[in-house]
């Protein structure tokens, strides 16, 4: 029953995270937390499975159906989201260690998590002035910073991935998007190689993936092909609407945790 809702969660989760460029785990963290089944520790799990599924069929689909990559950018920012996806797994597993209640945890994501929403939703409506920034070295430092996020909040990338990649470079929103997915894809990558070489999956129940994977696929061809279809002007309203829904889960979340 729970891998039901697991898949009901992920399929839309992927479709408007692709759409918007957030990825799927902004909405599938906080609903597995409120759904309360399992650990903060395999929530993060999942989440990451879902989300680096749904990045790696999204690239794919948008490559395939023309979009044009710069790939210097790419590079750039998928080699500091590699170190800092690496480095917000390390950090995430010592506030496992440190703090004596998994609450402590979930509550410090949810914070971090909230304070992301709130810049995101600031700059989309007040359309702050872009730094217009360009050597290679800021993307780098952009994909360090979105890369240990992703990672610590256990949410792929969210809404912060596009916001400051929109802030930084003055980039349209729809090409942000592209590459807040491709962000995604390496942060989570290394997330999950991190996981393999320390701690392993052993505490994790992985009959769940037989319906998180097939979810996440389903969801980056849906968000993929949504995404082609739907306008600058759509997608911003979908990322401000996906912003807004998530910042009153998480506070929710936190209240059922005092």
Do not use: H
């Amino acid at each position: 029953m729970i891998g039901l809702l697991y898949f009901v969660v992920i399929v839309l989760a992927n479709s408007l995270g692709a759409v918007s460029g957030m990825g799927g785990g902004v909405l599938i963290k906080p609903i597995f937390d409120f759904i309360g089944a399992d650990s903060v520790a395999s929530v993060s799990f999942y989440s990451t499975v879902a989300v680096f599924t749904m990045s790696l069929v999204s690239t794919y689909r948008q490559i395939k159906s023309g979009v044009v990559l710069d790939w210097r950018i790419v590079g750039s920012v998928a080699s500091g989201a590699i170190i800092g996806g690496l480095t917000g797994n390390r950090t995430f597993e010592w506030c496992l260690q440190f703090f004596e209640e998994t609450e402590q945890v979930k509550l410090l994501q949810i914070g971090l998590t909230v304070g992301t929403l709130l810049f995101a939703y600031l700059y989309s409506k007040n359309n702050w002035k872009s730094f217009a920034l360009s050597g290679i070295q800021w993307y780098v430092v952009s994909g360090l910073v979105l890369g240990f996020l992703a990672s610590l909040l256990g949410i792929g990338g969210g809404p912060i991935n596009v916001s400051l990649l929109m802030l930084l470079f003055n980039m349209p929103i729809k090409e942000a998007t592209i590459y807040s997915i491709t962000t995604i894809f390496f942060s989570q990558l290394s997330k999950l190689a991190m996981i393999a070489t320390t701690t392993g999956f052993d505490r994790y129940d992985l009959t769940m993936l037989y319906f998180i994977i097939p979810a996440a696929i389903i969801g980056g061809f849906a968000g993929a092909k949504l995404s082609r279809l739907l306008s600058a002007e759509k997608v911003n309203g979908v990322f401000q609407t996906i912003i807004l829904l998530v910042l009153f889960m998480n506070l929710y979340n936190a209240w059922k945790l005092f």
